[in-house]
């Protein structure tokens, strides 16, 4: 009975979520376990009222992008399951963003020069900051690569890898992902491009 207790102390000792020093962390907003974080996730900064589900991996890479790279989401964000934050440079995700499941958003990429005598995945990483514009949705297993910056309110249709900016109030879809939609306000309605 002793020897069962104490196993079941250090089983939930194990299972412990980490202990994990954001930037900040806002007012009611939760961070699920589990989730990959590590050393560097006092550059993270989590607004108010956000809920990061669990499985997700939000991880920055000082010592091979930009050394002050953050990752800033704002308040009123809903990030669903296993999405991937990768920071070589800045990811910044503005209020009231809606991200679907296994999401990437990546501001890193490895080199890929074939005439190195070095493996592409010890090359330097070219880094390129990314942005989410307010009140944008992505959807289920989109991609946002270095360098994007999304505008206010867009809709980014599942599956999409997104390569080029996107103007404010657009729907992207494809891969490349190109623009199909843009809200008109004069007919208040989705317009074909």
Known sequence: MIIRRALGKFVRWC???PVVEYGALGENSIVHTPNILDETSK???IGNNTTILPNSRIQLFPDRGNRNARITIGNGCFITYN???LGGDDITI???VLIASNV?????NHSIDPESNIPYMDQPLITAPVV???GSWLGEKAIILPGVTLGKKCVIGAGS???KNVPDYCIVAGNPAKIIKKYNFNNH???RV
């Open 15 to 17: 299972t412990k979520p």
């Open 43 to 45: 550059n993270i900064f």
């Open 83 to 85: 999405v991937t934050f």
């Open 94 to 96: 503005e209020d009231n």
């Open 104 to 108: 990437l958003i990546t501001s890193e």
């Open 132 to 134: 989410i514009g307010e």
């Open 161 to 163: 890898v997104v390569t």
């Open 189 to 191: 309605q989705w317009e």
